[in-house]
């Protein structure tokens, strides 16, 4: 352990070496992928005071290259930092990017900066006007809670809009809205887009339109008027660490955000991801028309595994997002270009696998992996009956009932990562449970196995996946990508999704194994199985030659 190879990603995004958080600024611009992230170039660890824009491009959200740094602390209004941000195309093609700057006095602001030379496809150079900031700290809001600047979106009455983070009257969790002609002087509209009362700060909102339930196209932030468009809103809660969303209904008179069928507070929301994701940003993907997302999955070692690395933090790979038929939960999908690093494919087709049983996925490399499954559960009477107070806790139910207790219905899944004499492994799976006259499906993601190593955090992830398994002819899909420290996981076909962090001492130097198995009673019927090795993509390791805009 502590080699700077421990646990480094083959294809999740990662700079060459150093600290990495936030996800800032993604965009398509002429041809173009840019990915901006908080970044620290002189250490491992986040660093108060050293936060800058790491900038890489690429031509297929794969393969990247990287750039200088975008933006840097060397102006007053961002001494002690840049901290995060977004980006916004502006009409004529030239893109902003808005951003918050710490200042020595450690006050919150928020700047924006332009591209030095429009014409350079990759937008190497960045300038901030010495007229920023654009908008000062407020004077109710105190002076270290006011940031994350969204992507801005026009108004039909041709006014810009973004939303902001701010801590309002001590204690509120707000989401403010700034309106502006010009994108350089700003004025606040008095009603908050979002107030989530009982959160103490919320970070990095992130407000998007939606098509109609089960259109998978992505929408951009014009003007939309009439039925067939719905709302998400996201946000970041610093109290739990977690990013929540709501699907609603946006005002654009009014500027203010209202869930169709959540509560007023965030941490009530649904969450995006149920194992650890953190800041996450969205953005419209012109090339294909789609809503893409990406988010920071911080470590979960120790921070003196990190600086003995000499890196810290990964992107998940980013993420088609759309509105399920539902109408109510996102569906989150890794994006397709994962498929030209599919090398090496094994599989199952109509594979039984009775109790206690566990197949064995020979010819595919268990540390660079993508497995699509789907299960058929032949019979639901022997599942287990639901108790309802196991409805608030999933993720401690996850926990009571790990992979190697025997259920009814499932646990069945994939065991992940796993070392020859199977003292390590991760296993991803399912429960059933019979709920009144329904059933109610468990995915959880197990990691109490996932290394022989100390002082690891290995918490049990679990949520529902909100679907009707019978309605869906008894079947359920699990897709998950392995990726040496990352196992991110998609349930129900993207309802619900798990990313998780390992540290599988065997992984850099031995075999890495890959299995199906069931623990319930009853047996499952794997429908189908595609596993494939995945090859190593090029992530900031070469020069900019490669991105062909
Ligand atoms: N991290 C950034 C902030 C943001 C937070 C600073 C989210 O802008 O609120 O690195 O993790």
Redesign the pocket.
């Known amino acids: 352990s502590g080699s700077a190879r421990h646990g480094r990603t083959a294809y999740h995004f990662q700079p060459a070496k150093n600290w990495q958080?936030?996800t800032n600024g993604p965009m398509y611009h002429n041809g173009v992928y840019h990915l901006f992230y908080?970044y620290n170039p002189h250490g491992a660890t986040?660093g108060v005071g050293n936060?800058s824009w790491g900038h890489s491009v690429s031509g297929d959200l794969v393969n990247w290259a990287a750039l200088d740094a975008a933006l840097e602390p060397t102006s007053p209004f961002d001494a002690n930092?840049c901290?995060?941000?977004s980006a916004t195309i502006l009409p004529g093609g030239v893109p902003a990017i808005l951003?918050?700057g710490i200042r020595a006095d450690g006050e919150q602001v928020q700047n924006v900066a332009f591209p030095k030379n429009a014409s350079d496809p990759l937008l190497r150079e960045w300038v901030k006007p010495s007229y920023n900031p654009v908008i000062p700290l407020p004077a109710d809001v105190p002076a270290d809670f006011f940031?994350?600047p969204s992507t801005a979106w026009l108004g039909r009455d041709g006014l810009w809009r973004l939303a902001v983070?701010a801590k309002v009257g001590n204690a509120v969790g707000s989401t403010l809205i700034y309106r502006s002609k010009d994108f350089r002087l700003w004025e606040r509209n008095a009603a908050p887009l979002q107030e989530s009362r009982a959160a103490g700060m919320v970070?990095?909102p992130d407000l998007f339109p939606v098509a109609e339930p089960g259109a998978e196209e992505g929408l951009d932030h014009a003007p939309r008027t009439g039925t067939g468009v719905k709302h998400v809103l996201k946000l970041?809660a610093?109290d739990t660490f977690q990013d929540y969303y709501a699907v609603g209904r946006y005002n654009d008179t009014t500027d203010t955000f209202v869930p169709e069928d959540d509560g007023d507070d965030c941490q009530s929301w649904r969450r995006l991801d149920y194992g650890h994701i953190?800041?996450s940003k969205s953005f419209f993907d012109a090339r294909k028309n789609r809503r893409v997302l990406w988010s920071?999955a911080n470590e979960t070692d120790s921070q003196a595994d990190d600086v003995a690395k000499g890196w810290s933090g990964v992107q998940i790979f980013p993420r088609k997002v759309w509105l399920d038929n539902d109408g109510k939960q996102l569906r989150q999908w890794p994006i397709e270009e994962i498929e030209t690093l599919r090398s090496r494919k094994a599989g199952l087709l109509g594979t039984v696998v009775n109790s206690g049983g566990v197949n064995e996925i020979v010819g595919v490399a268990g540390t660079q992996a993508d497995v699509e499954v789907i299960f058929e559960i032949p019979a639901l009477e022997g599942a287990e009956r639901f108790e309802p107070n196991w409805l608030l806790d999933p993720q401690r139910l996850c926990g009571e009932k790990g992979a190697s207790v025997q259920g009814g219905v499932g646990p069945f899944g994939l065991l992940l990562m796993a070392s020859g004499d199977m003292q390590e492994h991760t296993a991803v799976f399912f429960r059933v449970f019979r709920h009144h006259d329904k059933y109610k499906v468990l995915m959880c993601t197990d990691l109490s196995r996932s290394t022989t190593r100390a002082g690891v955090y290995k918490p049990p992830y679990g949520a529902f996946v909100e679907m009707d398994i019978e309605e869906h002819g008894r079947i359920i899909s699990l897709r998950t990508l392995v990726d040496h420290s990352v196992v991110e996981s998609f349930g129900g076909g993207g309802r619900t999704c798990i990313t998780a962090r390992v540290y599988p001492e065997h992984a850099e130097n031995g075999d890495s194994h890959l299995y199906v198995f069931n623990n319930g009673t009853g047996a499952v019927k794997v429908a189908k199985l595609d596993a494939y090795e995945l090859a190593t993509a090029t992530v900031n390791v070469g020069d900019d030659g490669l991105i062909q805009p």
């Open positions: 958080n936030g908080q986040w936060l930092g901290w995060s941000g951003y918050t940031r994350d983070s970070e990095c970041s610093t953190y800041a920071w």
